[in-house]
């Protein structure tokens, strides 16, 4: 049905242009050519000269004026087409192809929820609509729950996260609402508060996948493998169906880890005396946070020359390599 009335809003559009075309023709390249009433005023005027003047000035008149008969005469044969004017029919045709375009348009596009697309039913809109109104008369918290899960489907996340902190408030443990709020949390790039509802909503409901996936995500963002492979895990035991991606999150997350600890091993032999185990600082500065460590090429430059009171530390290629990388990380 949309697709059908796009088709038509396109042909529409189509016949507006063209019968608005000749309007942006560019003007053409060559001047127009003369009218014929200029061309007989012209003539008039040559052969009165003419007739008053004598020899080689008459005769170059008299020629002047052959030549402009011949144009006016082959103007006769084809002349200028008058300029196209737009007729009544042609304008209302345009004026009811503009109405037909702004009442399809507002039908299929008014109102637009965020993230809607034209594509998106205004059923859905309404339906949504009628859920938050039921759960605003209500002020119950399956209903609220049932208005939230609806704009999860429909992808208009924040109504979902209103629509679960309603919940939330009501029923503070509701598990569904926490875990959805913590992939929300999540989702808007702040997986540390993420990761503190999804612990409390995988232990309340072990059994649902969704929890555990986003809690490992979540975790591996912060950089602790370890730990996103224990929740990715968790997710293939409650049968989560995305098997093979996560099968693959987990291989990336060990081989994260090994060269994490791998980093964090050559840090304990050659650094934590100075600068602590937990890279907090000691005798030399705090490493943790520190904006330094995030630029490798000053990092080796320091670490295998020295610099001030610390010494040298000549690493292997390979230390190095595991070391600024676990540096990054502090
Ligand atoms: C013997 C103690 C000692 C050891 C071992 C040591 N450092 Fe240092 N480090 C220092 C001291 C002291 C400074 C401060 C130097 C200065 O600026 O005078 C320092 C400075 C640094 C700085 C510069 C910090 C800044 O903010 O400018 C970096 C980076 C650094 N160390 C990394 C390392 C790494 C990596 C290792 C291990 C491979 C290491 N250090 C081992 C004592 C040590």
Known sequence: MILAYLFLALLLLLALAYALLPFFRQAQPFPESPRPEELRAELGVLKSLAQEAEGEERKRLLAQAVRLER???ELG????????????????????SLVAL??????????????????TSRNEARELGNLQRRAEQSGQAADWLAYADKAYELQDFERAVQGYLKVVELEPRNPRA???IGVLLFMSGRPQEGVQALELAVRAEPDVAEGWLFLGNAYFQLGRPAEAIVAWEGY??????ARQQVLNLIQTAKEQQ??????????????AACHGAQAQGGTGPRLQGNPIRKVPEALREIILK??????????????LQALLPYLGGL
């Open 258 to 271: 090994t060269a994490t600890s791998r980093g964090r091993q050559v840090y304990l032999a050659h650094c």
């Open 236 to 241: 293939l035991k409650a049968g989560g169906e």
């Open 102 to 119: 702004g009442v399809g348009l507002w039908a299929y596009t008014v109102p637009r929820l965020p993230g809607e697309t034209i594509i």
């Open 306 to 319: 020295g610099r001030g009171q610390m010494p040298a530390i000549p690493l292997s290629e390979a230390d």
């Open 77 to 96: 044969e084809n002349p200028v087409p008058p300029p196209r004017r737009l007729s009544p029919v042609t304008l209302g045709a345009v004026a009811l």
């Open 178 to 180: 926490v875990r959805r």
């Open 71 to 73: 144009q006016l005469a």
